[in-house]
């Protein structure tokens, strides 16, 4: 079983929509969470991140938190077509200064339509 | 800032040949992480450099891969003999220290195609 598992997709929605993704883990050291969005030949970029459980929300951004299902989500309101790129889940775990280790999903490709 | 920045932005090479990546991370970070990305295995960590020193290569997959970091403002990753199947998008990152988590700051990307 792979530590990180994320839908490839690809995902298209109508411009507005609400965007759902999604990212199951096996590892229960993980403690810090984190989603990064990435265009099209362009380096990933961090968007937002969750310490444990819960929620944290950031504009039209949600990120979720469920250690105890070992899934994470991240959704997106009134998604726009610059919102289009590859979304990747990212964790690491906190202990012994190996906060610096992020395992990365594969990423799920997103294409929001004008 | 001009962020992390990278060289080449592409290279194409023939199988043997030996092939070097350069990067210049953020100014004042002071951790640097080489990771490679492809389709089937995503973005993998290689190694990572604290103020100048390795302190993780278990990422590195065989002795054909080395990297440098001489000062805080360059590091090499070379590939020699490079083989097809190191054709891949590889990114150096830099972060610097913060409270809990740091923030990794990518690069644009080599994208290495070996023939």
């Known amino acids: 079983q792979k530590e990180v598992e994320q839908d490839p997709g690809p995902l298209s929605v109508p411009e507005g929509a609400i965007v759902s993704l999604n990212c199951t883990y096996s590892?229960?050291?993980?403690?810090?969470f984190m989603w990064y969005r990435q265009y099209s030949r362009k380096g990933p970029e961090l968007l937002m991140y969750?310490?444990?459980?819960g929620n944290k929300e950031d504009g039209r951004f949600t990120a979720q938190v469920d250690k105890s299902s070992k899934y994470i989500s991240l959704f997106i309101r009134d998604s726009q077509p610059s919102d289009s790129a590859t979304y990747l889940c990212?964790?690491?775990?906190?202990?012994?200064?190996?906060?610096?280790?992020?395992?990365f999903g594969k990423g799920t490709l997103l294409t929001v339509n004008p | 800032d001009a962020g992390v920045i990278q060289s080449p932005r592409h290279e194409v090479t023939e199988m043997g040949q030996e092939v070097t990546l350069r990067c210049k991370p953020i100014?004042?970070?002071?951790?640097l992480f080489w990771y490679r990305q492809t389709m089937m295995r995503g973005l993998e960590l290689l190694i990572y450099f604290n103020n100048n020193v390795p302190i993780d290569d278990s990422g590195m997959p065989e002795d054909r891969f080395s990297a440098k970091m001489p000062n805080a403002s360059f590091s090499t990753l070379k590939i020699q003999p490079s083989e097809p199947r190191d054709s891949a998008v590889y990114f150096c990152a830099s972060s610097f220290p913060e409270l809990y988590q740091e923030t990794q700051y990518f690069g644009p990307g080599t994208r290495l195609l070996v023939l």
């Open positions: 990212a964790m690491s775990p906190n202990s012994g200064g190996s906060n610096y280790k992020l395992t």
């Open positions: 590892n229960s050291a993980f403690q810090y």
């Open positions: 100014s004042g970070h002071n951790s």
């Open positions: 969750t310490y444990s459980s």
